[in-house]
């Protein structure tokens, strides 16, 4: 379903999709806690949504934190739905 808000944009509106929080993404690659981990997983199998803040929050402890490559992140980033959600 498509709505044009007060400014002329348009925007889709999904009623059967779920964005996520950084967590989830987090906790999929965390192997400290394997029950959250699982969970994660199967949360993201069901392919949701993903805030470009959540990706961008989930890159950032990737990079910098974790110390990942960029290689590496890039990759997983391809697996993101990620859409511009206004909250």
């Known amino acids: ?4 808000n007060l400014i002329g944009t348009k925007r ?15 906790y999929a690659l965390d192997d400290f806690y394997p029950e959250k981990q699982n969970i994660s997983i199967q949360i993201i199998a069901d392919k949701p ?28 980033r391809r697996y993101c739905n990620m859409e511009h959600i206004l909250l």
Do not use: G
């Not at 379903?1 to 044009?4: K, P, Q, S, V």
């Not at 889709?12 to 987090?26: C, E, G, Q, R």
């Open 12 to 26: 889709t509106i999904m009623s059967n999709k779920v964005a996520i929080d950084t967590n989830i993404l987090l």
């Open 1 to 4: 379903m498509e709505d044009i």
């Open 49 to 76: 949504l993903f805030c470009s803040q959540s990706v961008s929050e989930f890159i950032n402890v990737c990079l910098h934190k974790w110390k990942f490559a960029k290689f590496k992140v890039a990759k997983l």
